[in-house]
Every structure is written in structure tokens, then in C-alpha cells.
């Protein structure tokens, strides 16, 4: 009977372990969502086009369509995101005429707006 109860305890420690490994995880994509969202408010409030936006998220969709080994697909995809989002160059501070012709660059992952 002790035995079952330690048996019991270790099963009930792992779950735990689990269960606190999916809630960092979880915090990470949240964290990483909210970033995200973020920059599409900016973005937003400097008149973007939806077209523009459309590009970015085909973009990261296409780079991500893929994905990688040993990492999650949903944070990989909103961290790709991120990144395109953060290259704009409305987010850089350039002027809207020159930021609204969006162009891809060499680099698939890298979008200027």
C-alpha cells in the first residue's frame, strides 16, 4: 500500500511538472501574441493598407509552412510575424508615400512597407 502511494505521488508530481511546463509555454505565445497585436494596432493607426497586411501575413504563412523541428509551430509562426511586422518601415518612422509601395526584398522573411 505504501508503495501505490509513492507510485501515486511520483505520477502526481510529473502531471504537475507538465502542467507547469504548458503554462510557460502558454505565457510565451500570449506574450509573444500581445507583441503581435501590438504592432498590427500601430500599424492601423498609421494607415497600412489591408493589402500591405494581407502580403505580411502571406509572407509569414509561406515561411512558416514548414515547420521546424523541436519548435512550436504556433510560436514560431507569431514570432515570424513579429519580425515582419517589426521590419515595416512605418514602424521605422518613414514617410507614409514611401511606405505604402511594399516590396519584397531578397530575403522572404524580411517585408518593406
Given at each position: 500500500?505504501?508503495?501505490?502511494k509513492v507510485e501515486?505521488?511520483?505520477?502526481?508530481?510529473?502531471?504537475?511538472?507538465?502542467?507547469?511546463?504548458?503554462?510557460?509555454?502558454?505565457?510565451?505565445?500570449?506574450?509573444?501574441?500581445?507583441?503581435?497585436?501590438?504592432?498590427?494596432?500601430?500599424?492601423?493607426?498609421?494607415?497600412?493598407?489591408?493589402?500591405?497586411?494581407?502580403?505580411?501575413?502571406l509572407s509569414t504563412?509561406?515561411?512558416?509552412?514548414?515547420?521546424?523541428?523541436?519548435?512550436?509551430?504556433?510560436?514560431?509562426?507569431?514570432?515570424t510575424l513579429y519580425?515582419?511586422?517589426?521590419?515595416?518601415?512605418?514602424?521605422?518612422?518613414?514617410?507614409?508615400?514611401?511606405?505604402?509601395?511594399?516590396?519584397?526584398?531578397?530575403?522572404?522573411?524580411?517585408?518593406?512597407?
Amino acid at each position: 500500500e505504501l508503495q501505490q502511494k509513492v507510485e501515486e505521488t511520483e505520477l502526481l508530481k510529473m502531471e504537475l511538472q507538465m502542467l507547469e511546463t504548458e503554462r510557460v509555454r502558454l505565457s510565451l505565445v500570449e506574450e509573444k501574441l500581445l507583441d503581435v497585436l501590438q504592432l498590427l494596432q500601430q500599424l492601423r493607426d498609421s494607415n497600412i493598407s489591408k493589402r500591405t497586411l494581407g502580403k505580411i501575413l502571406l509572407s509569414t504563412l509561406e515561411s512558416c509552412r514548414d515547420p521546424q523541428p523541436g519548435k512550436a509551430h504556433l510560436f514560431e509562426v507569431l514570432d515570424t510575424l513579429y519580425h515582419e511586422l517589426a521590419a515595416c518601415e512605418l514602424l521605422q518612422s518613414q514617410p507614409l508615400e514611401k511606405a505604402q509601395s511594399c516590396q519584397s526584398l531578397s530575403n522572404p522573411l524580411v517585408i518593406s512597407c
